[in-house]
């Protein structure tokens, strides 16, 4: 694990965007030989072209829930970051510059450039987990927030924001919207993208989402569990025991951990006895 990528993720100086495609490079570029990319799909410069449009429609607006309104709408149907959420998001999803020149961005990556866009316009926002799903909150003034999905730019009323905690366990009037944390933001990209990278069958780029997310918390047994199972996949099996074991030994009552024991003990009986 470099040693300096981790202090950079650990850093609270460090710029979140920057930091997002920093863990970017470091996944889906690893062994790859430099090059120079002149392709327009790997630039940033549209990013700087759709914050000086955003500035400019509400440069003449003194209301600032107004200044918002406007530049929501602006963002997400003059620029077209409108969209539906999907099921499946493919790795070039988690790509930051080549995702947002082709509009298909990931949940999570789109969230971190919304927010860089909106701050960059003078407000400021945050990242708010309301059940089931991160969300955008941007504050307009001291009195006034609009809460928004980064996918599809759907805004909540205050209706709809009790609906969604009333399912929640304990008293409704002890539920806050706090800012999800920099460590967690970073920990939702690497799980969704070595997700997506899975699926892609990508499982040498994957391992090194787990490494990350090890790095960050060593003694999470599910991601010794998927890095076990990416071990397999890579055909390092004898190394990949070990974290079988210890995700058995953490977690003996999950559905995956019953199965896996079963594999190891008839692993452990097939194995040859020498004399």
Known sequence: MNTLLLSE?????????????????HVLQANQVPQIIEDVEYSFDSLEAIIEQCQAVIAEIDSPLERVEILLD???????????????WPVDSFKVAISLNQRLMSPIVKAVLVC??????????DLVFVPNKIMVRVCCDEQYAIIFDAVTGES???????LRFDDLDGDPSQHELTSISRPVIIVEYLSALKSALIREQLFDKALLCVDLLLSLNPDDPRQRRDRGFLLHQLDCFKVAVDDYRYF???CPKD????LLKIQLDNIRLSEPTFH
């Open 9 to 25: 993720l650990q850093s609270q100086e460090k710029d979140l965007l920057q930091t997002i495609v920093l863990l970017e490079e």
């Open 74 to 88: 602006e963002l997400f149907y003059q620029h077209l970051f409108v969209d539906v959420h999907k099921s499946i």
């Open 116 to 125: 860089e866009i909106i701050n960059a316009c003078g407000f400021n926002t």
């Open 156 to 162: 909540l009323n205050w209706h709809e924001l009790d």
């Open 248 to 250: 058995v030994e953490q």
């Open 255 to 258: 559905p995956a951990a019953q």
